[in-house]
C-alpha cells in the first residue's frame, strides 16, 4: 500500500492500522492540507483518476521496482517496459531509461 505523504507501507500491521484510520476519517483531511494551500485549489495530481490499463501498468511497475530492489535488474526493466505501455508517466519512463541504462553499463563491463 502506498500513502502519498509517508510512501509505501509494506508492514501489514501498519497498512491494517492506516486502513482502519483511514475508514475512520483521520488520514482523510490530513493529505488533502498536504497537497493544497486553500479551499478553492484544484484537485492535486496525484488525485487524478486512472483507468483499468493504467493500473495494471503501476502494478507492473511496482514489480519492476521490486525486482530493482531484489537485484534483478533485467527483469526489472523487462517489467518497466511493459509499465510504460500500458502507462505513458514520466515516472515510469525515467525508472525505464534509468534501468535501461544501468543494463548498458553492466553489459559494457
Known amino acids: 500500500m502506498t500513502d502519498p505523504i ?3 507501507i509494506s508492514d501489514r ?3 491494517k492500522a492506516y ?3 483511514y475508514d475512520q476519517g483521520e488520514n482523510v483531511l490530513n493529505q488533502w492540507d498536504y497537497f493544497t494551500t486553500a479551499p478553492e485549489d484544484e484537485t492535486p495530481v496525484i488525485y487524478r483518476s486512472i483507468n483499468l490499463k493504467n493500473l ?3 502494478q507492473y511497475f ?7 530492489n531484489d537485484k534483478n535488474d533485467l527483469f526489472a526493466y523487462q517489467f518497466s517496459v511493459t ?4 502507462y ?3 515516472r515510469i519512463r525515467e525508472f525505464s531509461d534509468f534501468l535501461k541504462h544501468n543494463l548498458l553499463l553492466s553489459a559494457s563491463h
Open 62 to 68: 511496482n514489480q519492476a521496482i521490486k525486482n530493482y
Open 56 to 58: 495494471i501498468g503501476l
Open 6 to 8: 509517508v510512501g509505501f
Open 88 to 90: 505513458g508517466v514520466e
Open 13 to 15: 500491521e501498519e497498512q
Open 83 to 86: 509499465a510504460l505501455k500500458m
Open 19 to 21: 486502513i482502519e484510520k
